[in-house]
Each structure stands twice: as structure tokens, then as C-alpha cells.
């Protein structure tokens, strides 16, 4: 390991000799990627946190008992699920407001490789994995690590926080949300504020490994200190490959930005979507992956609420089913095995929520540039024989 800008890393994802000050340039021998530097990852067995078990089945007292249990910080990351049967079909690509033929308030549509109908707003008859509602000040529970130029970049603010319920149907009983802002001059890894841990071997937002069927909801308010006119790379939610891992820099495999006032959707730097944004007011989607390192195996379809009327069925709302690669593959590397990934493996991925851009874009003090967070779930396929 090496110690590079105050964090611990591994290997050539940090910084080579040489580096002494409290930045960390591609020169030093990080990667060098479009984003900048790789996020830094913090693996001191202290900060490994404990691994709750999932719940067996998701009736609807279980899940709102689990629920009041990840909010508590003991609900965090899941264990590799077991895939038993690949579902045969494509209907993927038939999803559609005008097709969903399940009700979900009594079936999850969620099967183990597909969706069946539309993803709807809410799933409570589905496996409730992670919530994070914002009522806990401190984010390290659910989050793990605060990656930003100061803990005062960071703010949880207890009023005008996403109205919506939660995705399992329940209110989240608090006006709470988390704001995450960069200013200009901010280097931790870049021009960066987020959520999350890189840690592939106790990250508590490593949710996504190969073979998993997930859909992560989550809620964004682009304030009016958001430069969302930008022509400039501008990331504000990433399911990223995880460190240790020679493979782990670079592009993220999946990521949201916000600019040139859309959303976009980005699958390892290439553009799948976009669809329009806007500032100040909070904006709930649906990211619906099937994680696979295979690009024949792997999609994703994301649902946005644009117009905050409590669907995702109007014009611009649902993009199309993209079949690509949706985990990043180990690469040979000098780490080798030692990180515990073989070349060719598929790297489990971690969500990061906030900013993280281009750091030419100004966000001059006191009110710099923000996102705001909120009401983050993540949901399985239901037991076969639960629910
Ligand atoms: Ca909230
Ligand atoms: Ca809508």
C-alpha cells in the first residue's frame, strides 16, 4: 500500500514515489482517466464494517422493520446473491408504461434476470436490501466515507428534503437530505464531494456484484448553485468498479451526469441516454441493472420521474433497455491476485453519490457548487418461495 494525499491505497491506484503534498496528479503515477484520479480507497481493517444478514423473506412488516433497520446504519451491504435459474426470454425489451401487467403492490416484478412490466414507483413486495432516508446525520453508516476537500463540504439539512415515500411504500417521516458541495480549489482526487466507499472487500455501498438483478432508487435536487448549463463533464451518481482491483481506474462503468441541462447516462464513457434536467427541484429515479461483466448478459433501463407527478410514464421518462456491460472486468495488472481479483473476473461495483467534475467548471465560495441526495433504496428479486 501506498499513502497518497492522507488516504491509503493500494498499489499503482495511488500515487507513485515522489508524491509528498496533499494533491495527487496523474504524474505521480495514479491513473490518469477524463475524471481526473481514481477515487482513493481506504482498506485499514478498522473501516471495515460488519456485514448484516439479508432478510429471508420481505413480507410487509419485514420490510419496514428492515427498513428501521438500515436507517439505524445496520442494514449496509448484501452478500453475492445466488442466481438459481436464468429466466428464459427477452421481454426486457417490452417493458412499457402500457404493458405492465403486474400489480406491484402485490408482486415484485422483479425476476432474476428480467423485469416483468414496468418498473414502478414503488416495490414493496420486493427484497429490500439498503434504504437511506437522510434522518442519520452522520452518513458513515450507510455510506462509509465522506471523499471530499473538507467535512464542511458536506451538510445534512433537515428541511425541503425529497417529499416522496420511499420505494417500499413507506414515508420516510423526516424532510431530510444530505447536500454534498465542491468550491473551487477542492482536490480530494479531483474537483470532487460524494458518498461512498471504494472498498470491493467491505464497502458498505458494494451492492453490485455479477449475476445480481437490482434496482436502486434514488432521489437528486440539482440546486441553483449547480452549474447545469456546463458543456463540461459533470458526474453526479456512479456505480463504480471497486479498488482493490488493477482493473478499478478509468472510466466508471456506469454513471449519471448532469449538463448541458440533461441527464445523461453514461455506460464506461460511452453515452447511452440523456433526457432533460432541472434545477431545484428534486427529481426520483429507478437505475434497473442486471449486473454482468458480459455485455450479452448484462442491461440496464433507467426510469426518471421528470415531471415529479408520481410516475415514470410520461414522455422522457423511461429510457430504452441497453444491453451492454454493466461490471468492469479485472485486467492484468501488478497487483495480480493479490487483490484478491484474477484477470477476467467481473469487479463488484460500488454506488458514490454527489459531484465530481470537471474542475475548470467555477464554483467560486461561499456557495460553490452542490447536489443534494435523498432517499436512496435498493432492491432484489423477492424470495422465489416469499413475498
Ligand atoms: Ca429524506
Ligand atoms: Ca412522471
New binding site residues.
Given amino acids: 500500500m501506498l499513502v497518497c494525499g492522507g488516504a491509503v491505497v493500494f498499489g499503482v491506484a495511488g500515487c507513485g514515489g515522489g508524491s509528498s503534498g496533499d494533491s495527487c496528479t496523474a504524474a505521480d503515477g495514479c491513473f490518469e482517466s477524463r475524471q481526473g484520479i481514481d477515487e482513493p480507497v481506504d482498506l485499514t481493517v478498522e473501516s471495515l464494517p460488519q456485514r448484516p444478514v439479508r432478510p429471508e423473506s420481505a413480507t410487509a412488516q419485514e420490510i419496514e422493520r428492515h427498513e428501521r433497520a438500515c436507517e439505524a446504519g445496520s442494514c449496509l451491504a448484501l452478500p453475492p446473491l445466488t442466481v438459481a435459474t436464468s429466466i428464459a426470454g427477452t421481454a426486457t425489451e417490452e417493458r412499457g408504461a402500457s404493458k405492465n401487467a403486474v400489480d406491484s403492490r402485490r408482486a415484485c416484478p422483479l425476476a432474476p434476470t428480467e423485469t416483468i412490466g414496468a418498473i414502478p414507483m414503488e416495490m414493496p413486495s420486493c427484497l429490500l436490501v439498503a434504504s437511506d432516508?437522510?434522518?442519520n446525520p452522520n452518513e458513515g453508516p450507510f455510506w462509509g466515507e465522506l471523499q471530499c476537500a473538507a467535512a464542511s463540504r458536506y451538510e445534512q439539512v433537515t428541511e425541503g428534503?425529497?417529499p416522496s415515500a420511499t420505494a417500499a411504500g413507506t414515508p420516510?417521516d423526516?424532510?431530510?437530505?444530505r447536500r454534498l458541495t465542491v468550491l473551487n480549489g477542492d482536490n480530494f482526487y479531483g474537483a470532487r464531494c460524494e458518498l461512498g466507499e471504494n472498498n470491493n472487500q467491505g464497502g458498505p455501498t458494494v451492492f453490485y456484484h455479477q449475476g445480481e438483478h437490482l434496482v436502486t432508487y434514488f432521489s437528486e435536487k440539482l440546486p441553483a448553485n449547480f452549474p447545469l448549463d456546463t458543456k463540461n463533464w459533470q458526474t453526479v451518481m456512479q456505480m463504480k468498479q471497486a479498488q482493490p482491483s488493477d482493473g478499478g481506474g478509468g472510466a466508471p462503468i456506469l454513471e449519471m451526469e448532469a449538463r448541458e441541462g440533461r441527464w445523461i447516462v453514461d455506460d464506461n464513457w460511452h453515452e447511452l441516454w440523456s433526457t432533460p434536467a432541472r434545477t431545484e427541484t428534486w427529481t426520483r429515479f429507478a437505475w434497473d441493472v442486471y449486473y454482468s461483466q458480459d455485455p450479452n448478459q448484462g442491461w440496464l433501463q433507467v426510469s426518471v420521474d421528470l415531471d415529479g407527478d408520481g410516475d415514470f410514464n410520461d414522455p422522457g421518462e423511461r429510457s430504452p433497455v441497453f444491453h451492454v456491460a454493466t461490471l468492469k472486468t479485472e485486467i492484468e495488472g501488478p497487483n495480480g491476485a493479490s487483490d484478491g481479483l484474477v484477470a477476467g473476473q467481473p469487479i463488484p461495483s460500488h454506488l458514490r453519490m454527489g459531484i465530481y467534475h470537471d474542475p475548470t467548471i467555477s464554483c467560486p465560495a461561499p456557495t460553490g457548487c452542490s447536489v443534494d441526495v435523498?432517499?436512496v433504496q435498493v432492491f432484489a428479486p423477492a424470495p422465489l418461495d416469499g413475498g
Fill in positions: 432516508t437522510s434522518s428534503g425529497d420516510q423526516n424532510a431530510d437530505f435523498d432517499n
